[in-house]
């Protein structure tokens, strides 16, 4: 059967602020479609739900997890990576009177000032991530250039492709929950956006020959 993998074992090089205090983050948890054969392997050992060592190798894999998931995910690849430069990409290349300017104003206002307050107050130094977690400085700064250098841009559907969750007929792996709700929610903003482009651009070859909108 099918056998499915969160793999953040490059959390496990990120330095401490205090070696001695901490235990580094990472693992790699495994196990089936049917949740069964469950395994995280951290620091080089593989563990299991019978081992002495499970319950504080499982709390270091689900903190890293949270980590991971604000850090990477949420932080850089969604505010800086996302939203900042559609909404700094829709203020430059596009007029304001624009059907597609309509459209992702709504969805980027305020979105260059959310992100310059929390370089001070979540990225940097003096931000929560560094001061709410573990790590060095050197080691965020790893993580952050982690998180943009592993970052594509690709549609949901595709992502969910690539790591295995949609089969080659387009059927999702029943009982993963954000792969079912992920792809509903994709195609109902799909339909929401075709539908609005299409008050505007009869065809492809109409935005084709919007030069704007091949800038932006």
Not at 64 to 91: D, M, P, S
Not at 135 to 150: K, M
Not at 159 to 170: A, C, F, K, N, S
Not at 184 to 212: H, K, N, P, S
Request: with cysteine; charged share 25%.
């Amino acid at each position: 059967g099918q056998r499915f993998v969160a793999d953040l074992s490059h959390w496990e090089t990120l330095e401490l602020s205090d070696p001695g205090k901490y235990e580094r983050y990472g693992g790699r948890l495994e196990f089936d479609a049917d949740l069964s054969n469950v395994s995280i392997t951290w620091q080089g050992r593989r563990t299991t739900p019978d081992d002495p060592e499970w319950a504080k190798v499982r709390y270091v894999f689900i903190s890293t997890v949270l980590l991971a998931v604000v850090v990477e995910q949420h932080t850089i690849q969604v505010h800086y990576l996302n939203a900042a430069l559609f909404g700094l990409c829709t203020r430059k290349c596009l007029p304001d009177d624009h059907p597609v300017y309509r459209l992702l104003r709504p969805f980027t206002l305020r979105t260059v000032m959310i992100n310059e307050h929390a370089v001070h107050t979540i990225v940097m130094q003096s931000g929560l991530l560094y001061h709410g977690s573990a790590l060095s400085w050197s080691g965020l700064e790893r993580a952050y250039r982690h998180a943009a250098e592993s970052y594509r841009h690709e549609p949901e559907p595709a992502r969910l492709r690539r790591v295995g969750l949609i089969d080659d007929d387009g059927n999702v792996a029943a009982g993963i929950a954000f792969a079912e709700e992920g792809v509903r929610v994709y195609q109902l903003i799909e339909d929401f956006v075709r539908d609005y482009l299409g008050l505007y651009y009869t065809d492809d070859r109409a935005i084709e020959a919007d030069a704007a909108l091949a800038g932006f």
